[in-house]
């Protein structure tokens, strides 16, 4: 009898710890305001400069694990024309990309181009040059914070609480949901029978507008994905020049 009682207070002390744990992890809402780069990379499968720039990020990606280094490729639909669709493309892609060239005075767009925290834009390929602008931005700190909580799958959508904190006046908080990887096989274009490996592709992103410090969002997917395996990546952009002040991320396994 005696070791049945000492059975049932181990199994109790566990779930109690198991369900601490859920709730610490749930109700941490404010993430610190270390140095932080948001990179995007703006790419297609149709263009045969992208599988370089796709590698140098796939490496970066592998080496950031444990950092607060968020990526984030946007598959452009302008490439589609030419002969092979981009099944990860979207029109909204490109006119994020287009916002960019408002923001940083650009004459025109291009792949494969990676912009970092908004403000530094240079060729994909350019690895020195991602590595040092990831550096400098490493060495600043954020002045906006965010959190994420209560993040369910639910369909065609992920619906989520967030919170935030400092300096967000004339911005919005941008939420992504990031595929980790991918392979295709492309069969026309100009990547004609090579397969191409992709990582940290968007498949649904949503803008919120922070008029309170809280609230609720859903982020619509593409259609066909599931989610499940995927991240959630937040960041905190200000919509008068594009500077991107906080973000934060949370896996969706």
């Known amino acids: 009898m005696k070791s049945i ?8 002390l566990v779930a109690f ?16 305001d270390k140095g932080f780069a948001v990179v995007e990379l703006f790419t297609s499968e149709g263009c045969s400069s992208c599988p370089p720039a796709d590698a140098v990020v796939a ?3 592998k080496e950031s694990a444990g950092k607060p280094i968020y990526i984030l490729a946007f598959h452009v639909d302008y490439w589609n024309r030419l002969g092979w669709k981009d099944g990860f493309s979207s029109a909204a892609y490109s006119q994020r990309q287009n916002q960019y060239a408002h923001w940083l005075n650009l004459s025109s767009v291009y792949t494969p181009q990676v912009v970092v925290n908004g ?7 350019e690895e020195g040059t991602l590595r040092n602008a990831i550096k400098t931005n490493l060495a600043k700190n954020a002045v906006a914070q965010i959190g994420l909580s209560d993040i369910k799958i639910n369909q065609n959508k992920v619906e989520l609480q967030y919170q935030t904190q400092g300096k967000t006046a004339n911005s919005v908080l941008l939420l992504a949901v990031v595929q980790k990887s991918a392979l295709t096989k ?3 274009g100009e990547n004609s029978g090579r397969t191409l490996s992709h990582v940290q592709i968007v498949r649904g992103i949503e803008s919120i507008s922070l008029k309170g410090d809280k ?8 259609k066909g994905f599931d989610a499940r395996g995927a991240e959630v990546i937040a960041f905190v952009q200000n919509t008068a020049d594009g500077e991107i002040t906080g973000a934060t991320k949370v896996s969706l396994n």
Do not use: C, M, P
């Open 186 to 188: 492309v069969e026309r």
């Open 59 to 61: 490496k970066i990606e």
């Open 5 to 12: 009682k000492i059975l049932s207070i181990t199994i109790l």
């Open 215 to 222: 609230g609720s969002a859903s982020i619509e997917l593409q």
């Open 119 to 125: 403000r530094t834009e240079f060729v994909g390929s």
């Open 17 to 32: 710890a198991l369900s601490s744990f859920t709730y610490k992890h749930n109700s941490k809402l404010i993430d610190n």
